[in-house]
């Protein structure tokens, strides 16, 4: 939020190492003052112990992760398109992830947001579509894909998909 994209990076990183995500390397390893596979041994036993869903935090992580990458990116366009793309691509790949681990409508949403900024309307209009048989009666889900449609062009869809708001109730 506060645009330290580095440090964000690094810090989503550093979680998805500990889970086992990501390799351990030995900088990393020194900074956290523990035996990687200590660490796996520990996180392990917390999870069993606790019955934590580290599923929905390893989601997280590859969320937040991209997320931070596809901020950078979107910032980055105007002065370095190349780059920006580049990082808008990287944070796809993590959302992908996430949204595969937990199909949770903010990640699919997130993930339509990352592909309508690659110029990739098709997915980002399945992933809209995704989203809503999750949760279909999130307006803003309903509204964006509204704008994608009627940014194509398809302004009879894009209608439709506003007015099917109202039918349903949806605030």
Do not use: C
Not at 11 to 16: A, C, H, I, P, W
Not at 62 to 68: P, Q
Request: charge should be negative; proline fraction near 4%.
């Amino acid at each position: 939020e506060q645009g330290r994209f580095d440090e964000a990076e690094k810090e989503y990183q550093v979680g998805l190492k500990i889970l086992g995500d990501e390799p351990m390397d030995p900088a990393t390893a020194a900074a956290l003052g523990v035996d990687p596979g200590r660490m796996r041994q520990e996180v392990e036993t917390e999870r069993m112990a606790q019955g934590v869903n580290f599923g929905t935090v390893r989601a997280g992580l590859h969320f937040g992760l991209g997320a931070a990458w596809m901020d950078h990116g979107k910032a980055l366009l105007a002065t370095d398109r190349s780059r920006g793309e580049e990082l808008l691509r990287r944070g796809v790949k993590q959302v992908e992830e996430a949204a595969k681990q937990v199909p949770y409508p903010p990640y699919l949403r997130r993930l339509a947001e990352g592909y309508s900024a690659l110029g990739q309307s098709e997915q980002a209009e399945k992933a809209y579509r995704g989203a809503l048989l999750i949760a279909p009666d999130d307006f803003g889900l309903h509204y964006d894909l509204a704008g994608l449609l009627y940014e194509a062009r398809r302004y009879d869809e894009a209608l439709v998909e506003i007015r099917s708001t109202r039918k349903a109730g949806v605030t």
